[in-house]
């Protein structure tokens, strides 16, 4: 039987680790609005006329500058990608739900912050404590899913016992 484990977890090393990068960029991809704000590709944008102000040319009338319709659009494929690993069932690595989570809770106390009027993003504790907060509920998933991943490890062993079982009846009333 732990051979017919260990092959179980070759075969599905590859969809894991993909499921992993998958989970990181639906984390990392939250950021992307940032980068938007460097020097360099101001200066790309820029070569290919593309307007950082998108209010003044009504191409999107929605979204004043091109740093929210990203923002916009990041916060749409972000859980998108999420829910794609999980319908599925997909295993990421436990420790990758980290990226994820931290910035899902930076978004939301970033915005209970700003709608209370506080800008303390720069500070260097903030980001400490929601990392840590993060960490904390990456240890607490991490034990609910080490659960569930037990209890379908052990339906799958019974439901193998029990083929093995039926075969070899069937070979006994045939004998």
């Known amino acids: 039987m732990s051979q017919l484990l260990q092959n179980d977890y070759k075969f599905s090393r ?11 960029t639906s984390g990392v991809i939250l950021y992307t609005e940032n980068i938007l704000d460097t020097l ?9 006329k593309i307007e950082y102000d998108l209010h003044e040319k009504g191409s999107v009338p929605a979204f004043d500058t091109l740093t929210n319709m ?7 494929i972000s859980p998108t990608i999420f829910i794609v690993i999980l319908f599925f069932r997909m ?4 420790w990758a739900f980290i990226v994820p989570l931290y910035g899902y809770i930076n978004m939301l106390i970033g915005t209970i912050i700003l709608a209370r009027g506080y800008e303390i993003f720069d500070i260097w504790w903030y980001r ?27 339906d799958r062993l019974k439901n193998m016992i029990l083929e093995n079982y039926r075969k070899q009846l069937k070979k006994d009333e045939a004998a």
């Open 14 to 24: 590859g969809k894991r680790i993909a499921s992993t990068i998958l989970l990181i």
């Open 40 to 48: 360099p590709v101001k200066k790309f944008l820029s070569l290919f």
């Open 128 to 154: 400490f404590l929601i990392f840590i907060g993060a960490g904390i509920i990456c240890w607490i998933l991490s034990g609910s899913l080490k659960y569930f991943d037990a209890s379908e490890k052990s």
């Open 70 to 76: 990203i923002y916009a659009i990041d916060m749409a």
């Open 91 to 94: 295993k990421p690595y436990k």
